[in-house]
Each structure stands twice: as structure tokens, then as C-alpha cells.
């Protein structure tokens, strides 16, 4: 059975730093894209990083470009978010997503809040 | 970057059926999928490559092409139906959402 199942949320001030994590498992990690998307309170959903299989390939959506890193452990079956110089407009539900670059995106976590406020 | 447009709500009776569009330059060259989203939980996914259907997600669900304009019908749609749709589509090198369709089956 599929899983993924988001960790790392938390409050945190603006200008701050925190990593999400995704644990992924029942399938072969490496072998799909990954993809973070976010959902502000109240709002649609935002596209924000995604990451193909073997990792050749990377994107950003232009709100996050130059602050935000997304990565892959496989040995661990792991996609990291690395999220710098927070804004209070990134506070939002974070989910992890497989598929993408060809793939449709089939199973979600169940997400992680980050709020960023003083 | 591109955009892609959604009515902001839809509403039908149970039995009915729902029609909901996506518009955009976008989707006359790439596919779309389709997410369907509750309060509290995450998006599924019920159409992708613009007509496929995953497994498990019910007849009733289909998608359609029409060069710039996609389109997501429900069939009978049924109160457990009620939720937010959201089309998505990838280019090289963005990828995007429309801004979403919320569907009242009452």
C-alpha cells in the first residue's frame, strides 16, 4: 500500500527556516517524481516544488524560487522541503505528492501545517 | 506562466449532471488532471491525461478535450460528490492549478 505521511510543521517566526519531511513507502521511491504543493488557509491549491525520478530534473514555482529546496533520500525514502526566509504568505497546509514529469499525481499525504508569525 | 480558469461554484440536484470547465492557452498542448478535494483531507485525483480515470474512482466521472477548454462531468452526481475540483496542468517548467470549482449537490 501506498503511503506518504508529511512531518516538520510547526510555527515559525518570518525570516525563519524549517524542513519538511515526507516518508514515503510502498513502492519504489526512486523510480517517480515528487511534488510539494501547499493550500493557505481558506484557499486554493499552490503548486510549489516538484522533483523527478533520479532527480534529473527540478522546479519551482516563482513564489518560492531562491528560498525553498526540495531533495530526496532514498536511501531512507525521504523528500525534503527545505524552507528559508519565510514569509507569512507561505503559512499553508503542505502536502507531498508522487507523480508528476509524465505521471499523474495519484496519492497524496494528508499534509502538514506550517504557520509563519510573530 | 500560464493560467487556468475555473467557475467558482457549480450547483446541481442529486441525479443531475455537473458540468465543470478549465480554460487556458496551456491546454490545448498539455493534459489535465482533475483533483477532488473535502474539507479536511487531502485532493484525490479522478482524471488525468484529460479523459483517464484512476482505479476506484467511480463511471460517473469523466473528463473531456476541447483544445483550450477541458471539461470535468459528473454524470448523476451524487451529495457524496460535493467538494472542490481543481484542474492542473504541467508546462516545462511550471505547473499550475486552476483556482478551483466548489460543487453543492443539494
Known amino acids: 500500500e501506498v503511503q506518504l505521511v508529511e512531518s516538520g510543521g510547526g510555527l515559525v517566526k518570518p525570516g525563519g527556516s524549517v524542513r519538511l519531511s515526507c516518508a514515503a513507502s510502498?513502492?519504489?521511491?526512486?523510480?517517480?517524481?515528487m511534488n510539494w504543493v501547499r493550500q493557505a488557509p481558506g484557499r486554493g491549491l499552490e503548486w510549489v516544488s516538484s522533483?523527478?525520478?533520479?532527480?534529473?530534473?527540478?522546479h519551482y514555482a516563482d513564489s518560492v524560487k531562491g528560498r525553498f529546496a526540495i531533495s530526496r533520500d532514498s536511501a531512507k525514502n525521504s523528500l525534503h522541503l527545505q524552507m528559508n526566509s519565510l514569509r507569512t504568505e507561505d503559512t499553508a497546509v503542505y502536502y507531498c505528492a508522487r507523480g508528476g514529469y509524465g505521471d499523474p499525481e495519484d496519492f497524496w499525504g494528508q499534509g502538514t501545517l506550517v504557520t509563519v508569525s510573530s | 506562466s500560464h493560467e487556468l480558469t475555473q467557475p467558482s461554484s457549480v450547483s446541481v440536484s442529486p441525479g443531475q449532471t455537473a458540468t465543470i470547465t478549465c480554460s487556458g492557452d496551456v491546454l490545448g498542448k498539455k493534459s489535465v488532471r482533475w483533483f477532488q478535494q473535502k474539507p479536511g483531507q487531502a485532493p484525490v485525483l479522478v482524471i488525468y491525461r484529460d479523459t483517464e480515470r484512476p482505479s476506484g474512482i467511480p463511471e460517473r466521472f469523466s473528463g473531456s478535450n476541447s483544445g483550450t477548454t477541458v471539461t470535468l462531468t459528473i454524470s448523476g452526481a451524487q451529495v457524496e460528490d460535493e467538494a472542490d475540483y481543481y484542474c492542473y496542468s504541467a508546462t516545462d517548467n511550471n505547473r499550475v492549478f486552476g483556482g478551483g470549482t466548489k460543487l453543492t449537490v443539494l
Open positions: 510502498g513502492f519504489t521511491f526512486n523510480s517517480y517524481g
Open positions: 522533483l523527478s525520478s533520479g532527480d534529473v530534473y527540478i
